[in-house]
DNA sequence: CGCATATTCAACCAACCGGTTGACGATCAA
DNA sequence: TTGATCGTCAACCGGTTGGTTGAATATGCG
């Protein structure tokens, strides 16, 4: 489904920057839930959740078991640990200035609610 | 040049999710660059890296600053650390297996000498 | 069995992505 | 001025993405 050649890291990245995906991973996060229960409060068709859904087990940031008819799906954080390792290798590198990130915080994460 | 209503994540993740502007990260570690020599080591057009950059520069993950002919590109950790900062939420929810996390680094990550 | 529920598959579509090439505007230097 | 260098722009191309529909496949239930 993913291309063979292609680095852990590009599709990881990569599954992360759709904001339904992000939200499914903080729902998630809550507890394992059925495809349709996740596809629950998005204002799109079943069928496309499934596909996010194969997104992100892709890019192992989930597993998928299916369970009678339903099919469970479980957060797997280990991904997302690994490209927030290779993320960290580049703030530590300039002395942090807190007053600008803060500020950078402030301005730029909270104009969505939805994550 | 980003379609204005998308999250400010979104275009940070797309942008690490190519492994091409990733090294350009990299090399931006070192030190501030211009764009001609970012696009050396490549093995592709000027014309594509000059995109690549721009790319970056939406996500403010880098920018530009044009001294005479050449157009210099600096690193700007602020947005990455946000990124970070996003994902660190999902790492800390259950208590750490290092060992399994350990196993996946040691088969996800060195599989390619490129970054 | 017969029906409802859970999920995927297949085909299709418009939009976007990552790359190319060739022309172009700016800037420096002889 | 002439010419070389720096970088972008515009048009194009094939492949991918994110969504839609409708049919198909399991599975559970009365």
Do not use: N, Y
Not at 11 to 24: E, S
Not at 57 to 79: F, H, M, N
Request: aromatic letters at 6%; a negative charge; hydrophobic letters at 45%.
């Amino acid at each position: 489904m993913t291309s063979p050649s292609s680095h852990p890291l590009d599709t990881v990245f990569a599954a992360l920057a759709d904001p339904t995906r992000r939200a499914i991973l903080t729902m998630l996060l809550e507890d394992d839930m059925a495809v349709t229960d996740v596809a629950h409060p998005f204002a799109m068709s079943l069928a496309a959740i499934s596909k996010h859904l194969q997104v992100l087990a892709d890019a192992r940031l989930i597993t998928q078991e299916k369970r009678g008819r339903v099919k469970w799906c479980k957060l797997e954080p280990d991904a997302l640990r690994a490209a927030s390792v290779w993320m960290q290798g580049f703030g530590q590198f300039d002395p942090v200035d807190l007053d600008a990130f803060e500020r950078f915080l402030a301005t730029e994460l909270p104009d969505d609610p939805e994550i």
